[in-house]
């Protein structure tokens, strides 16, 4: 089955893309399907840009920036191209377009408004009252002037039902927001288009988990993001002349031109990484150092302070969502939990199975056995402190 991405189109409808594997020419729309390893660390999977040129045979640029405010261009093999199709949605139904003389009753879209007078204009749809035998237009309800034929396409429903979605128009000056902020403006605008609905899905229940979702999904990806940019640092050393560098998979380039190896010092009692950069041939010698320190009251990860210690000490840029990640809201196995109530002690304790049949109301409805202890422990009990999960897998028991 052919991908679909629904985008608003030049007359403000709401229409079905075909998402199309080829190359790409200018005036099209293209949707990004590389990961952040391809992407030169940035995570750009599933945003949409207009092609401004095809630059030479391997390459398009687009309506985008790097994020280094460089002009954004993308290899054949990172994109499809997003082909519009006759499918429309319009209140949460999917319709498709013809190209007919209406019938009374149907509904039709304005496509090439004339005389409107500011009673309709394009990507505005209508219901037909009467179709005159004379003048070749139409009559609509709402009001009296008529619509030349020329001047709209007819909608028909299709059959298949039709998904309820939300549409959620969003302004984020992300420039001078931090990712934290543009997560709380995602929310604030889906809650505020749920709070249209009476009942489910705008309930409590809803709220919270779209809530926990989102916030979990936001840190995961930044997560794997750092992970794979300590791995795409490195340089490829397939064809140097160096007989100690050649066909070496963990060097990195200080400089543009001495080879480095990384080793990182993990304190998480302190909650810091740091990053010594080592000479490859010489590995006695440190070239260069960086540190990544998490503040108290944020929830350590080791994947995003290797990444973070691992660019200062290369003398790079560190992205702001390294430094803006949001907290984590639901915790995992293998997370380390420091308790909130007092009758549990003041030491941190790691989650080694969830379980069930202890959910309560007062501790939460999420609960873990610990490694430290042979009793249970709830999340509204504890606070995450440290999410970096090396080598845990999660466990389900049963009470």
């Not at 209508?126 to 396409?153: D, K, N, S």
Request: net charge negative; proline share 4%; glycine share 8%.
């Amino acid at each position: 089955m052919t991908n679909v991405t629904i985008l608003t189109d030049d007359n403000g409808v709401k229409r079905e893309y075909r998402e199309v594997k080829r190359e790409a020419n200018v005036g099209e729309r293209v949707k990004i399907i590389a990961d952040a390893g391809v992407m030169l660390g940035e995570y750009r999977k599933g945003e949409v840009y207009t092609v401004t040129k095809l630059y030479g045979s391997f390459f398009i640029d687009v309506d985008g920036k790097w994020g280094d405010g460089t002009e954004l261009n993308l290899a054949h093999d990172d994109y499809v191209v997003l082909e519009p199709t006759d499918i429309i949605h319009v209140d949460g139904l999917r319709y498709r377009e013809e190209k007919r003389k209406a019938k009374a009753g149907e509904r039709i879209l304005i496509v090439a408004a004339e005389d409107a007078e500011g009673l309709y204009a394009n990507g505005s749809v209508q219901t037909i009252r009467e179709v005159p035998e004379v003048f070749g237009c139409v009559l609509v309800t709402g009001h009296a002037q008529i619509i030349y034929h020329r001047e709209y396409v007819v909608i028909t429903p299709l059959d298949e039902p039709a998904t309820n979605n939300i549409t959620v128009n969003l302004t984020v000056n992300v420039a001078s927001s931090s990712p934290s902020e543009i997560l709380k403006a995602i929310v604030d605008s889906v809650q505020a288009e749920l709070a249209k609905f009476v009942g489910a899905p705008n309930n409590e229940e809803t709220r919270d988990k779209m809530m926990e979702v989102l916030t979990n999904k936001s840190r995961d990806g930044i997560v794997e993001r750092a992970k794979v940019d300590v791995v795409e640092l490195r340089s490829d050393m397939t064809d140097v002349r160096n007989p100690h560098l050649r066909g070496r998979d963990d060097i990195y380039l200080l400089e543009g031109h001495l080879g480095m190896t990384a080793d990182f010092i993990v304190n998480k009692e302190k909650r810091t990484i740091v990053c010594l950069l080592r000479g490859a041939v010489t590995p006695e010698r440190i070239y260069a150092r960086g540190i990544a320190k998490c503040s108290p009251d944020d929830c350590f990860n080791a994947h995003i302070g290797k990444a973070i210690a691992l660019r200062r000490a290369l003398d790079l840029d560190v992205p702001t969502d390294y430094l803006n990640t949001p907290q984590p809201t639901e915790p995992r196995v293998g997370d380390v939990v420091y308790p909130t109530a007092h009758r549990l002690g003041g030491r941190a304790l790691t989650l080694k199975e969830r379980v069930t049949g202890y959910n309560h109301e007062r501790y939460g409805k999420n609960c873990f056995l610990t490694k430290e202890s042979s009793g249970w422990i709830g999340d509204k009990q504890f606070r995450i402190i440290d999410d970096s999960r090396d080598q845990e897998t999660e466990v389900t028991a049963v009470a």
